[in-house]
């Protein structure tokens, strides 16, 4: 079942919340959409780590990230929490129905601390 996150980005001198929607299905590879930079797809491979370092492991199937909405550049690793969240809850590691409610930002480390 899908799941969904908010980070945040800065647009000039606006704050904007980023919609992070995670989908996990049948296949392999993992995919990040939504105008996101190096650091951001690069998230993916942090998160690996940080989830097989922990008590949680990283779904062996295809993980398509949406970061809404998609004329907004995505920079930097303070999406790395946010999308890990959405992993473990798509994945049923976690079971959370007040995710809708907070705004998470945080870059996770490869053994797993925020």
């Given at each position: 079942m899908?799941?969904?996150?908010?980070?945040?980005?800065?647009?000039?001198i606006e704050a904007i919340t980023i919609t992070?929607?995670?989908?996990i299905s049948g296949g392999l590879n993992y995919f990040v959409v939504g105008l996101p930079d190096n650091a951001v797809k690069?998230?993916?491979?942090?998160i690996e780590s940080a989830l097989?370092?922990?008590?949680?492991?990283?779904?062996?199937?295809?993980?398509?990230?949406?970061l809404a909405p998609a004329d907004i550049r995505?920079?930097?690793?303070?999406?790395?929490?946010?999308i890990?969240?959405?992993?473990?809850?798509?994945?049923g590691q976690i079971f959370s129905t007040k995710l809708d409610k907070y705004l998470i930002l945080g870059e996770l480390s490869l053994d797993g601390g925020i």
């Open positions: 899908p799941s969904k996150t908010f980070g945040g980005a800065v647009f000039g992070i929607e995670v989908n690069e998230s993916m491979l942090r097989n370092n922990s008590v949680f492991h990283m779904p062996r199937q295809r993980i398509i990230v949406n995505k920079e930097g690793s303070a999406y790395d929490l946010p890990a969240i959405g992993i473990l809850d798509a994945s």
